[in-house]
């Protein structure tokens, strides 16, 4: 008899997408490290700053919870997490967002992350390994948590990644400063006068993370399964109905209350590399705790010197080139790739190459990176020839084939993240753009050529004048016509042709006879 094929309950695998697996993946790889035995909250935020890898600390405070930073603080470690090498990152999660989603409600008996459930006065806040990341934060933070958010209107899920800084056993403060999906659904509400259920998820693979990151106008929960190319298990919430990934490390129930932006939060050291100050946000309160029983709490790395060592910087970073590559595919022929460096946040410079098929498409390139979602600032074109993730190779591009007066493109009034230190106070923002691209056309003539060592190839002959007299040669396709291994026979050869007048030279520097 042929087995059944398994049912929806039995696909689901609640331990493949789990961070903690994700981590013991990165310290096989030597791209974690463990800090062994008993440690403060207070050695978190030394141990993370410009860490090059994940760093998992065993026992944290006098709970001993485990903690683990710095996750996707490279592109090498978001890519693994996609199973893909570091050039096939883009492509693949632009690949994946196209999948069909499959979505598995499993009951809570079968979900990992409510194994153990605080509610009423055990569900605190002060209770979780929450760390003060920077000298002139307002208070520890939550800084990886995501949030999961019914639309009331649409009734899709709608999934970000926020902030929480505590205020005190049931109450943090949440950043709702920036445009973004989550600030409309919570102001609607609010003018409603109602509050508005949230879960927020701690500790989660990073392909989640990546998912939440994007803005993109679909059901989000289902965007999250199509990212990891799996079926997504999720169980409902204990006090509301909002449907969570099951395989999760911690949520954080409760609700954002509807009297708006109305505590101040921050300061908080901000992903540009500077502090962002105290803004007026809404309130988070909190009403339940579910987790796993060994459950890794999770901080994300923001600010810091070196931004590109970051979760924040690499999140941003694959953010802003999914954003911009979507709106590359509508406005050049041939994008052919796009980096949004993480020094720049991931965020304000970007680099894009493409194949143009007509004069003017990297001016289009420009223009669609400006007009996209995403907060680009400076634009950089280049040719297929150059690496966009070899800072040398951009650098070479804008020296030699950009001309200020020619190729810059600036134009003023754009919208603008308010975090920008360089708007001082502006509520719009200027954006430039470098066309880094050979004039059309023009990449055949020999002074735009790149020079490579000589290969010797061709067809032989028994003289150097028997090889001329066959068509003109550069210097190179002599010695390859003769067989010369030095090439100082070939000037002699040249030389007594010259001086019997018979040596000619064509416009590329090409030896011919007279
Ligand atoms: C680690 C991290 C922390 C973030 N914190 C916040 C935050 O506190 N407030 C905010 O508005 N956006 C924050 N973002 C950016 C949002 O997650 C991002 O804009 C997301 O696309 C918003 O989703 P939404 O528009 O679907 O609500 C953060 C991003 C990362 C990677």
Not at 342 to 354: D, E, K, Q, T, W
Not at 419 to 432: C, E, N
Request: aromatic letters at 6%; proline letters at 6%; charged letters at 25%.
């Amino acid at each position: 008899m042929k087995p059944e094929k398994p049912g929806p309950q039995e696909r689901v695998d609640c331990e493949r997408y789990r961070l903690r697996r994700f981590v013991e993946a990165l310290q096989q790889s030597g791209e974690a490290r463990v800090v062994r035995g008993a440690a403060d909250l207070a050695d978190v935020a030394p141990a993370l700053e410009g860490s090059d890898g994940a760093v998992l600390f065993e026992r944290v405070g006098p709970e001993g919870a485990q903690l683990v930073g710095n996750v996707m603080g490279s592109r090498a470690r978001l890519a693994r997490a996609f199973g893909v090498a570091p050039e096939g990152l883009l492509a693949e999660v632009l690949r994946r967002a196209r999948l069909a989603p499959e979505v598995i409600e499993v009951p809570r008996e079968q979900a990992p992350v409510q194994e153990v459930v605080w509610t009423g006065a055990d569900a605190d806040l002060t209770k979780l390994p929450a760390n003060l990341q920077h000298g002139m934060d307002g208070a520890p933070y939550i800084s990886a948590a995501i949030d999961y958010v019914v639309d009331p209107a649409s009734g899709w899920t709608n999934v970000g990644v926020r902030r929480l800084m505590l205020r005190g056993r049931s109450e943090a403060g949440v950043d709702l400063n920036a445009p973004s999906d989550l600030r409309a659904i919570y102001e609607a509400a609010a003018k409603r006068g109602e509050a508005l259920p949230v879960a927020f998820v701690v500790g989660a693979h990073p392909v989640d993370y990546v998912a939440a990151t994007l803005r993109l106008p679909v059901d989000e929960l289902g965007l999250v399964a199509s990212l990891r190319a799996a079926p997504l298990p999720v169980v409902k919430c204990v006090t509301c109905d909002i449907r969570v990934p099951a395989d999760a490390e911690w949520v954080l129930e409760g609700t954002l209350d509807a009297r708006g932006h109305v505590e101040p939060e921050g300061p908080y050291g901000e992903f540009l590399g500077y502090y962002g100050a105290v803004k007026m946000n809404p309130v988070f309160h909190l009403t339940a705790v579910t987790r796993r029983q060994d459950a890794l709490f999770q901080t994300a790395t923001i600010g810091g010197r070196l931004l590109g060592r970051t979760d924040t910087a690499q999140l941003n970073g694959l953010r802003t080139e999914v954003m911009v590559w979507r709106a590359l595919e509508t406005a050049v022929r041939e994008p052919l790739a796009v980096h949004a460096t993480p020094s720049s946040g991931g965020m304000f410079n970007l680099r894009v190459a493409i194949r143009s098929r007509v004069p003017g498409e990297a001016r289009n390139a420009i223009a669609a990176a400006f007009g996209s979602l995403a907060n680009v600032k400076h634009v950089f074109v280049v040719d297929p020839d150059i690496d966009v993730f070899s800072d040398a190779q951009v650098d070479w591009a804008l020296a030699t084939r950009f001309q200020a007066d020619r190729d810059l493109v600036v134009q003023a009034g754009f919208r603008a993240l308010p975090l920008d230190p360089s708007l001082a106070g502006a509520r719009t923002g200027a954006k430039a753009g470098f066309d880094c691209t050979l004039p059309f056309g023009q990449a055949q003539s020999i002074e735009h050529r790149i020079p490579e060592p000589p290969r010797f190839e061709g067809k032989r002959y028994a003289t150097v004048e028997a090889a001329l007299a066959d068509g003109a040669k550069r210097f190179e396709q002599l010695m390859a016509a003769t067989g010369s291994r030095d090439g100082r026979e070939i000037v002699l050869a040249l030389e007594a042709l010259r001086s019997g007048g018979r040596l000619a030279r064509d416009a590329e520097g090409r030896y011919g006879l007279k």
